[in-house]
């Protein structure tokens, strides 16, 4: 048997090959490509905006976590990690009150990377510090291909302490959010490795939880409402509140197709915010035994996939009647 021909995996060392500046090119691309970031994260990531101002100072990107609408800043270098930009991004965290921290570099000495665990140690449960060395490999002759390698998180079993000092002191209000943590880690780590529908990967203590749909201002959501339904949702969110009617509308002009597919929809202009949804219901609520709840979720997890296969050419249409 002939021995097999194969091609050696090797790390190009120069970045600056690939993006020769890191404002004009690397910061761009990073804006463009957040998706992927985030999912070695574990988080959905919506661009907000790039060169965010604070002070004197401009933040690289800021993003939004759709899972927890936590604002996500982000600053990249593409050399070794330094100490004026542990400085930066402590003054941008704090200008945006940011709740997650991503530092995105090159190459990071231990002396910063011990910064950030001391940080997670010493902070408190809401506020998070990544740190992500960016990579390129090829395969042969191959083009260069992107790799981040996170190599500093959250301390978990800090977080888990916090979590239990919470518990004991407020038990009823902690169970509540225990009930809805874990529906939605379920839901989520159902998601995302069955249907590779998310990058999420953790639940949180909240009603609600948002999905990317690959476009700005534009979340698939599944949530318990005040009036004991669960919901499934296409939310509408532009920082321009005629702008959400205007994709309501376009949306509403193939209504009965759409209904035909995913039965009959509720489409709502929300009168006291500026945002729209389009929404699939049922009885449910939190309180219910674990069998009704394990039903609910097998009907959130079926509608949202239902919902992205039905809505996701419908926007990426309008997308490109925008552009």
């Known amino acids: 048997m002939p021995t097999p021909r194969l091609a050696k995996i090797e790390r190009v060392p120069d970045l600056r090959g690939t993006w020769p500046n890191e404002a004009q090119h690397f910061t761009p691309w990073l804006a463009d490509n957040i998706a992927e970031l985030g999912e070695a994260l574990g988080m959905d990531l919506e661009l907000q905006q790039t060169e965010a101002p604070v002070g004197g100072y401009n933040l690289d990107i800021l993003a939004t976590d759709l899972g927890s609408s936590r604002p996500v800043i982000i600053e990249n270098q593409l050399e070794a990690t330094d100490h004026s930009h542990l400085g930066q991004l402590l003054t941008y965290a704090a200008g945006f009150d940011a709740e997650a921290v991503v530092w995105v570099t090159r190459e990071f000495r231990d002396e910063h990377r011990q910064a950030l665990d001391w940080l997670n140690q010493r902070t408190g449960e809401d506020t998070q510090f990544f740190g992500v060395a960016v990579e390129l490999w090829r395969i042969g002759d191959s083009l260069p291909a992107p790799h981040f390698n996170v190599v500093a998180t959250p301390n978990g079993w800090r977080r888990e302490t916090v979590r239990r ?7 009823g209000r902690s169970e509540r959010s225990e009930r809805y943590g874990s529906f939605f880690q ?20 909240q009603s609600w939880y948002s999905f990317s749909t690959g476009f700005r201002h534009l979340t698939y959501g599944a949530n318990f409402t005040g009036q ?18 205007h994709v309501l509308e376009d949306l509403r002009q193939c209504q009965d197709e759409v209904h035909s597919q995913l039965g009959i929809l509720d489409w709502q202009r929300l009168e006291n915010r500026r945002a729209c949804r389009i929404a699939l219901s049922r009885p449910g609520s939190i309180d219910d035994d674990d069998d009704t709840l394990a039903e609910i979720q097998v009907w959130m997890i079926e509608n949202l996939l239902r919902f992205k296969d039905v809505f996701t050419p419908r926007l990426a249409e309008l997308s490109r009647q925008e552009h």
Do not use: C, M, W
Not at 165 to 171: G, L, W
Not at 188 to 199: A, V, Y
Not at 229 to 244: F, H, M, S, T
């Open 165 to 171: 000092r919470e518990a004991s002191s407020n038990p």
């Open 186 to 205: 379920s839901l989520i780590d159902t998601l995302r490795e069955k249907h590779r529908f998310t990058n999420a990967r953790k639940g949180q203590p």
């Open 228 to 245: 004991k339904e669960a919901r499934v949702e296409l939310y509408i969110d532009y920082p321009e509140g005629e702008q959400n009617v």
